[in-house]
C-alpha cells in the first residue's frame, strides 16, 4: 500500500491474515512474530481555497462560487468535502475531476442553500474542508463572507439629447439615466 505521513509501531505477535488501515492499504499478508514498523497514511490533505467572490463583497448570485486546491499529495485518496453555509454542513461527495469546483457542479441541495430570491437580500460565511479515505482532514479554509443581493441595481446607460455637441455655461441639457433591476 501506499505509506505516507508519521510511520507508527505495530506490535504483532503471531499473526497471519491481511492487516489494512482504513483506506484498505495492505500492510501485508503474513507476518512474522516480531516487531513490525509500517507506514500509516497520517497525512491531512491540503487547505482548500473558496474564490471567484470577494471576501465581503456584495453579488447579486452565487454563480461566480469556485472552490480549488482539492485531493492530496501521495495519501490514499480523497473521500469527501464539508462546505458549512453559515454554520450548517452539508457533504459534498467526491466528485472533483479537475481539482475544483464551481458553484454549477455542488448537489442541488447545496446550490439551493446558496439561492437569493428576487428581491431578496442573505449574507453568507462559506468555509470547506476536505477528509480522505483514512479519516484525515484537511485545515478548514478560510472564510469567505460575502452577501447576495437581488435588489441591486446597475446603470446601463447614460444618455442625453445634445450627445456630442459643445454646451456653453448655463445651458440646460437632459440627461436620462437607464438602469436594470437584476433580479
Known sequence: GNSTGTSKSLKVTGVSGTIQDIAKND?????????????????????????????????TSCENLV?????ETGGSGIFDYTISINGRNATIPDSVSDGKLTFSDLPQNIKTDLTVGAGSKQSFAISVYQTDIAGNSSPVSDTLEFTVDTN????????????????????????TLEFSRST
Open 152 to 175: 441591486k441595481t446597475r446603470l446601463l446607460a447614460v444618455k442625453s439629447s445634445k450627445s456630442n455637441e459643445t454646451c456653453t455655461t448655463g445651458a440646460v441639457i437632459d440627461i
Open 67 to 71: 472552490i480549488s486546491g482539492f485531493g
Open 27 to 59: 500492510l501485508s499478508s503474513s507476518l512474522p512474530s516480531h516487531d513490525f514498523e509500517c507506514g500509516i497514511d497520517t497525512a491531512a490533505p491540503k487547505k482548500l481555497t473558496i474564490g471567484g467572490i470577494t471576501n465581503g463583497g456584495t453579488v
